[in-house]
């Protein structure tokens, strides 16, 4: 009886029925999409802070670079004292520490392995490799003398820089690259600390035609590559080497710029900072939070829209939802004063009454889920479908910090700029260029756990609405009710 | 069975007490077939209520089969609405999204019983209201006449011990205000049923072996004599 009469009276006030049910719809639908695209922004962030960090890492720990020390070394092409002749050829292949960094005793991997809440520590050597080519003018550097004119055409100069990271081969789930990124090829073996092999990123490998097999040059050495690795989005490390040949060929003997530390917990993050910054007082050390905050861009921007606009138009569309569905049930209770009256008059107890209009409205909040969740979808869809790329972008105050953990940088400007110069200016215009930028597609995944809160909310909205009527109903007194009719 | 000792009832309108009935003193035995006449707006329907438990006393007694209505809880109220009074309202009351069937079982539904008994007795019962053909029909497909028949079949299908019946034929013509009229009084002869009608039509009223007369909340009793017979 109770579900036959449910179901006539919903059709008897289908209208009102489907108002209330597409406002819940629209308000759980609201919610829906917001959180997609939150969840769609988080997930964007992981990528850009996988990508400047390393997957499955918590921290990181770096030593700033003092003033004037580190970054790119000098070129010295031409020998001391004497310029060379015009049309002398000249090519110089340096692997250094990666502008902004400092280097650190490896020792410090296995101290930090040690403390407590440490799950896993890896040691890194970020490294930049430049390489410049040409031959030398009548004038100097680039300047031509094939023509005996001065105006004439300087000859080219071929320059190139890339990324290099020194990785332990015995750590493959934390650091700058772990096993799981490798997608062809294999991981180092345990032997091969020191060995010339390699593991290039797959955009790299795109970029120089580079694939299983191939040779890669660093520092004026050729390794086999023996792995091609997927990246996250964002990542700038170009070649991986066992921390033993980037050693090597650095010339940084027993020394990392990075350690890349996960915890055992995340609650655990902070504990274990403490312990770090109490073991090496002159660290930096970085959290995934620290990262965060750094980023800035239309991620950034997205980020704040998600949480802030986002969160209150979903609760205004839902309060205003529930104000909707609840004056409309209230309404309906009041045109039905007679039919309740006389359900007393045969003898329906109160909470029999009660419990017919409250299932009126949770049946009317089920079909607001069922709308909202359908045009909740299709909203995330639509966010997918039309949002553009976002980019993110980690500024020079963070980039001087040295937290970085895979990143590194590529390009000519800065590596240029320490041509001759004090390597100290070189550090200072590299960090001005070390503003990371990180291109994004946003996407909007609806969550299993989104679209059973949405369902929920639904339900309590119809609940809030069926118990309002229901409290009008409840304090019908049958006389009453039934005068009413005369 | 009733006995109200000096019941008034007053209500509180725009702040002042406005008397509906006043020191109402009146008893009614098992099997009793009563008449409440009086002009529109007398206390009749108030009286009918206090009867059936749908409203309480300001002051006085209302005793049925020895319980002080007055004094029982809503719950026990409802239990007591829902054996032992069948109402018959003036516009029939019947809930329009149901069927005929449908709206006699609501009666049966606080009764607990199970849904294949409810239809059965549902169905018996507009059997006996001459009202079996229509039992699938809602009630905007049925006529004034057939409407209140259906609410006779809902108030009688529970077997109550009262059958209290406000202006019954108040919305009826003239023929079928009889048969209401004549399925009253078989369905309580039948059923041994007692009758309460309140009316303002004496045609009815009339036909009653007992009328109480209300004018403004005051009732006298009229009792007819046995050579009388009804019209």
Known sequence: MLFTYLARELRRRSKQAAVVALGLGIGVALVVTVSAASAGVKTAQATVLHSLYGVGTDMSVTQTAAAGSGGPQRFSLGGSGTAPAAGTPFARDVLSASAGSATFSSSKVAEIEKLKGVNAASGGLLLDDRNISGTFGSFGLGASSSSGSSSSTPPPISFNSFSVAGVQVATKSVGPLTASEVTSGRWFTADENSSAVAIVSSSYAKQQSLKLGSSVTVAATNLDVIGIASLPSGSTTDVFLPLGEAQKLSDLPGEVTTVYVSAKSASEVSAVVASIHKLMPNATVTTSADLASEVTGSLSSASSLATNLGKWLSIAALLVAFSVAALLMVAAVSRRVREFGTLKALGWRTRRVVGQVMSEGLVQGLLGGVVGVGLGIGGAALVSGVAPSLTATVGPSFATGGGFGGSGVRGTGASLGGLGGPSGEGVRRNVADLTHSVAVHLTAPVEGHTLLLAILLAIAGGIVAGSLGAWRAARLRPANALRKVE | ?231
């Open chain 2, 1 to 231: 069975m009733y006995e109200l000792k000096d019941v008034s009832k007053h209500f509180e309108k725009s702040g002042r007490s406005v008397p509906a009935l006043e020191h109402v003193d009146l008893t009614i035995e098992e099997g009793d077939v009563l008449a409440i006449q009086g002009p529109t707006g007398q206390g009749k329907t108030t009286l009918l209520q206090l009867l059936g438990g749908l409203d309480r006393a300001s002051s006085g007694t209302v005793m049925f089969d020895g319980q002080d209505l007055g004094r029982l809880g809503e719950v026990k109220l409802a239990d007591l609405r829902a054996r032992a009074f069948g109402f018959v309202f003036q516009t029939f009351n019947l809930i329009p999204t149901l069927t005929a069937l449908e709206n006699v079982e609501v009666a049966l539904v606080p009764l607990h019983a199970r849904g294949v008994e409810r239809r059965r007795r549902a169905a018996a019962t507009l059997e006996e209201v001459g009202m079996a053909e229509r039992s699938s029909h809602l009630p905007s497909e049925l006529s004034g006449g057939e409407q209140q028949r259906v609410a006779i079949a809902r108030a009688i299908v529970k077997d109550p011990k009262v059958l209290l019946a406000d202006e019954p034929t108040g919305n009826l013509d003239e023929e079928t205000r009889d048969e209401v009229v004549n399925l009253l009084e078989s369905m309580s002869r039948f059923r041994d049923l007692t009758l309460v009608i309140v009316t303002h039509d004496s045609t009815v009223a009339r036909r009653a072996p007992r009328v109480a007369l209300i004018k403004k909340g005051r009732l006298s009793i009229r009792e007819r004599k046995r050579s009388e017979s009804p019209a």
